[in-house]
């Protein structure tokens, strides 16, 4: 199985900033895209940011031009470096991860998905 831990979180005044990392371990042969998703409460689970193997990248409109999303392949580990920061960025963050868990999955491109327990962004105005 792949855990995700996510760390970063916090609370910050508009106009700030935050980086978030989220780290995949346990049994990995691979993992093809990482991603952020943000949810508020009573609202969908949103798509932030996300990033392939090789470096592409797609963002929110929300967001563009404020967050970047990196990610180090040595470490199975993805980033959301976030600036400008604005009350309306408040919510739980969730990383995940498109993982192969097996030779047999990654041979075969069947990845699971896999999430992070989510953490707190919170921004005041």
């Known amino acids: 199985q792949v855990q995700l831990v996510e760390s970063g979180g916090g609370l910050v005044q508009a106009g700030g900033s935050l980086r978030l990392s989220c780290s995949a371990s346990?049994?990995?042969?691979?993992?093809?895209?990482m991603g952020w998703f943000r949810q508020t409460p009573g609202k969908q689970r949103e798509l932030v940011a996300t990033?392939?193997?090789?470096?592409?990248?797609n963002y929110a409109d929300s967001v563009k031009g404020r967050f970047t999303i990196s990610r180090d392949n040595a470490k199975n580990t993805v980033y959301l470096q976030m600036d400008s920061l604005k009350p309306e960025d408040t919510a739980v963050y969730y990383c995940?991860?498109?993982?192969?868990?097996?030779?047999?999955?990654?041979?075969?491109?069947?990845?699971?998905?896999?999430w992070g327990q989510g953490t707190q962004v919170t921004v005041s105005s």
């Open positions: 346990g049994t990995i042969f691979g993992i093809d895209a």
């Open positions: 995940d991860a498109d993982a192969f868990s097996s030779p047999a999955q990654a041979r075969a491109r069947l990845y699971g998905r896999y």
């Open positions: 990033i392939t193997s090789g470096g592409n990248t």
